[in-house]
Nanobody, 114 residues
Framework: VQFLESGGGLVQPGGSLRLSCGAY????????ISWYRQAPGKEREWVAK???????RYSDSVVGRFTIERDNAESTAYLRMNFLDPADTGVYYC?????????WGQGTQVTVSS
């Protein structure tokens, strides 16, 4: 049971990226899925969440720029990130709780720099 994130990379300020989070060993249809990020030297912070009914929530720092999505058939969640800023730099992780256990991925690095 694990997540595998991908899609990170180096992007210039104002650019866009789409991160993917594939679930392996379990289905995602009935679980909440969140994205978190951790900048160098800082604590991990919550970024966005999508519920099984496709309702979404965002942190104030990304609302209007990021979009969280899910494809239950593909057992994959996505994070579309637009108008990226150097403050968005960090390792991005997806998270859920299933079967009473926390599931995290290994993260994907996003670097916003000119």
């Amino acid at each position: 049971v694990q997540f595998l994130e991908s899609g990170g990379g180096l992007v210039q300020p104002g650019g866009s990226l789409r991160l993917s989070c594939g679930a392996y060993g379990f289905g995602i249809t009935y679980v909440d899925i969140s994205w978190y990020r951790q900048a160098p030297g800082k604590e991990r912070e919550w970024v966005a969440k999508i519920f099984p009914d496709y309702t979404t929530r965002y942190s104030d720092s990304v609302v209007g720029r990021f979009t969280i999505e899910r494809d239950n058939a593909e057992s994959t969640a996505y994070l579309r990130m637009n108008f990226l800023d150097p403050a968005d730099t960090g390792v991005y992780y997806c998270h859920t709780v299933t079967g009473g256990s926390d599931v995290w991925g290994q993260g994907t690095q996003v670097t916003v720099s000119s």
